[in-house]
């Protein structure tokens, strides 16, 4: 078991709903979340569109101020770090972001996009010309890249430009919020296998945010399932594949496609009905209640914890808590 790098606790993300007068209500986006990242670790997030899923993963960067909880990186809590100790958890916390077009400058070439957070950092470089080049030949780029601007440029070829801004910083950690989503299938599996490597070579972690939970198998060590703002299950990438033991999971895995339609076809297919609650006003109880199928009297009146059932596999939910 690899050494703990990341540690969330209790973690809460509410955003104020403003009526004409005062605040009406909030929005629970992250709802009292407990995660670990161990160095060199993959940890793979996924659930619906507007679970809470990047509002996460920017708490956790403190790109966004919590409500409640802590962020420990490295054993500090990164809410009491100001000054010197701030500006080094930015180099060491990096974030890939979904588009690439939109996280890059378009007024400013390569050469200028690549050494800015060097001159941020007040990293020293011999020979900054010779070493962006070296570091876009590095993610399959070339020198004659270095001077154009990116338009110019592919969305995959963006995406290797975006992902190498973060990396001349060497960074321990990175938030990928789903990285490769914008982009072709083809180009998608080369970023993907790029990021990989990248994790081999250089000892990074990852907190990998998708909804796409074929690619999340194929790049985490663990994933976490995210349902309204909690976690309502842990497991190791293939155990979770393998025995998915909470209801909206089971759910989440019978909808990946298949593309064997006699295979298909055969397949058990858990489905839930419904859209899910608005976080504003989420159920009593297990928030997922309204929808499952398995629902009973207990899951109404009273919240399932997080609780570990099997060796590294937690599930929030009634018909694994024997307590």
Do not use: W
């Amino acid at each position: 078991m690899s050494e703990t790098l990341v540690e969330v606790k209790g973690l809460k993300k509410y955003f104020p709903v403003k009526g004409l007068i005062r605040v009406s209500g909030y929005v629970r986006a992250v709802d009292g979340i407990d995660l670990t990242i161990g160095e060199r670790e993959t940890l793979g997030l996924v659930g619906e569109s507007g679970c809470g899923k990047t509002t996460a993963g920017r708490v956790i960067l403190r790109l966004l101020e919590p409500t409640a909880g802590h962020v420990l990186f490295k054993g500090k809590d990164i809410f009491r770090l100001s000054g010197e100790e701030l500006k080094q958890f930015r180099r060491e916390a990096q974030i890939i972001l979904q588009d690439p077009y939109t996280s890059l400058n378009p007024r400013m070439n390569i050469y200028e996009l690549i050494t800015e957070p060097l001159h941020v950092h007040g990293i020293p470089v011999d020979n900054p010309e010779e070493f962006v080049v070296d570091a876009l030949e590095s993610v399959g780029l070339e020198r004659a890249h270095v001077y154009r601007y990116p338009h110019e440029f592919s969305g995959g070829q963006r995406q290797r430009i975006a992902i190498l801004r973060v990396l001349v910083l060497k960074p321990s950690f990175i938030v990928l919020d789903e990285p490769t989503s914008a982009l072709d299938v083809s180009v998608q599996a080369q970023i993907l296998n790029m990021l990989k490597e990248l994790q081999e070579k250089m000892g990074m972690s990852y907190l990998f945010i998708s909804h796409d939970l074929g690619t999340v198998k194929h790049m985490s060590h663990r994933i976490a399932v995210m349902y309204l703002g909690e976690i309502v299950e842990i497991a190791p990438a293939e155990e979770l594949f393998e025995r998915t033991l909470h209801p909206y999971s089971q759910a989440l895995l019978s909808a990946i496609p298949i593309p064997d339609p006699g295979y298909a076809r055969k397949r058990s297919r858990l489905t839930i009905k419904g859209e899910p609650p608005s976080p504003i006003s989420p159920p009593s109880g297990c928030h997922f209640h309204p929808r499952c199928p398995y629902v009973f009297d207990r899951c109404s009146s009273e919240e399932p914890k997080l609780i570990e059932v099997e060796p590294d596999h937690y599930v929030a939910c009634f018909l694994h808590d024997k307590r």
